[in-house]
């Protein structure tokens, strides 16, 4: 588990950093196997901490040139409860809206030539991830833990890009 954790970092800086010229975004993971709630399942795992650094690095992309973002996630808490169910093969997300919001714990670092310009350490949540209106659709996965982000984004380190805002 620990090194597949790794290659997900290492492979997440480099598709990070390639994936706009002026900006780089690089997002690290500490000790996952230790956060609050993610899926138990190996390939799910992989894929909900891949489909959160997709999301850094499209919001990261919209930076200005010389700009660099990085992120270590230090938990995570996914909206919602695993339920197993045997008959899918899978554990099943039940969303209730009680004490079961999304939230995040992370430290961060935006840095230009070098030199800081914010850094921090921050605690994401969003007690009321049901009863607002989100940008994604349905059908989107982690469309809570997303909107969740991207509140934090807009607020701590600039605009969002136009493929996200609403």
Known sequence: MK????????????????????????VSYVAP???TDLPFVPWEREETLKQ????????????????????????????GRAIPNARAGRDIRVLRG?????R??????????????????AQLSDMN??????RYFDSEPLRYEKQMIDDWFEKTIGPL???VRR
């Open 52 to 79: 959160l650094t997709d999301h850094f690095t499209k919001l990261g992309n919209s930076l200005p040139p010389g700009q660099d973002l990085r992120v270590e996630v230090l938990d995570v808490d996914l909206a």
């Open 33 to 35: 196997d230790k956060f």
């Open 3 to 26: 090194s597949l954790m790794q290659k997900m970092a290492l492979a997440g800086m480099f598709a990070l950093a390639a994936g706009s010229a002026g900006a780089a975004v690089t």
């Open 98 to 102: 009680q004490a079961d919001w999304p």
């Open 104 to 121: 995040m714990q992370l430290r961060f670092s935006l840095e230009q030539n070098g030199q800081v310009l914010k850094s921090g350490e």
């Open 129 to 134: 991830y049901l009863d607002h209106h989100t």
């Open 161 to 163: 890009p136009r493929n």
